[in-house]
């Protein structure tokens, strides 16, 4: 009856085609592939995070650990060697007319430590503010210890009773011709940062140039070092706010506006720590901070009290 009905509706002269169906699937082969992907996905992330064992097919050693008894104690004191017993010996306390208390300004937080120094151990710096190698810290080549002053950053600049380390590390100026005509300085500040780029200008600059560098290098002491060696000028660059602070950050320990001027000298001394052998302190990125007043004249005089020069 469905093949007639067809024959009397189709038109004269042509006979129907029967319509095949196809089987079709509700998803993408895509489709397919990302379900499958994410299914995997997150059994990866569970096993991850509630899995038992994640360290699982490492090796892994078990030891035991058993306190002594007070009889071993005592056992292990007899066998001592003397001069070991010497060493192990608590030491005398220091004497309360020998000590006297240091206050620790943190530049990072403003947060203030109270530490208590005598004779011995309690003389060196904090662990975490001693050089790499827990020893003194270095000074550089051709620098003069006399015109150093050891912090917990390192050495910084300081005046000397007779000079100034402006006075001993401004490159001479032929007084004569400065007198007949005006004396141009050139300065190329932001190096240290690009140990290549800065390798160029020590070498390739004259020495009638001065460098600036910024505390921010993997090794600025040794790229200092090389520049005094090719006979030019350095100074350091202090980084301070600039204007659309902190969208334009220049790094780590910035002087800003806001903050105490106990918290920006100590920021300050933190960057006068990373080289020596520098005249004076440049303003590095600092627009707001330099024309805020109150902000910039304590580093100002801090800066003049220390014999450095300053420019901007």
Request: charged share 20%; hydrophobic share 45%; aromatic share 6%.
């Amino acid at each position: 009856m469905a093949d007639t009905a067809d024959d009397l509706s189709a038109p004269l002269g042509q006979k129907t085609a029967r319509r095949k169906r196809r089987l079709r699937l509700p998803f993408t082969a895509m489709q397919a592939l990302a379900v499958l992907l994410g299914i995997f996905l997150v059994v990866f992330a569970g096993f991850a995070l509630f899995g038992d064992n994640p360290l699982g097919g490492e090796p892994v050693v078990h030891l035991s650990l058993r306190a002594k008894g007070a009889d071993e104690k005592v056992a292990d004191a007899g066998m001592m060697a003397p001069e070991h017993a010497a060493k192990s010996a608590p030491k005398p306390a220091t004497s309360a007319a020998e000590q006297r208390t240091v206050t620790i300004i943190d530049g990072s937080s403003g947060k203030r430590q109270d530490v208590v120094i005598g004779g011995g151990a309690q003389d060196r710096p904090p662990a975490d503010k001693a050089d790499g190698d827990g020893g003194a810290f270095a000074v550089m080549a051709g620098v003069d210890s006399k015109l150093l002053e050891k912090t917990r950053y390192g050495m910084i600049p300081i005046a000397a009773m007779d000079l100034k380390p402006f006075a001993a590390y401004a490159a001479p100026v032929d007084q004569a011709k400065a007198a007949k005509m005006p004396v141009v300085a050139v300065v190329v500040g932001g190096l240290g940062v690009g140990a290549a780029k800065t390798i160029d200008a020590i070498t390739k600059l004259t020495p009638a140039v001065t460098l600036a560098f910024t505390p921010y290098g993997s090794d600025p002491t040794r790229l200092a070092e090389r520049a005094r060696a090719q006979h030019h000028e350095i100074w350091l660059q202090v980084p301070m706010e600039p204007y659309d602070y902190p969208d334009n950050d220049p790094g780590p320990q910035t002087l800003l506006a806001a903050l105490p001027a106990e918290q920006n000298l100590d920021r300050l001394y933190w960057h006068l720590g990373k080289l020596q052998g520098y005249a004076g302190i440049a303003n590095f990125m600092g627009a707001r901070f330099v024309a805020t007043d109150t902000a910039m004249q304590p580093i100002i005089r801090e800066a003049a009290r220390r014999g450095l020069g300053y420019f901007r």
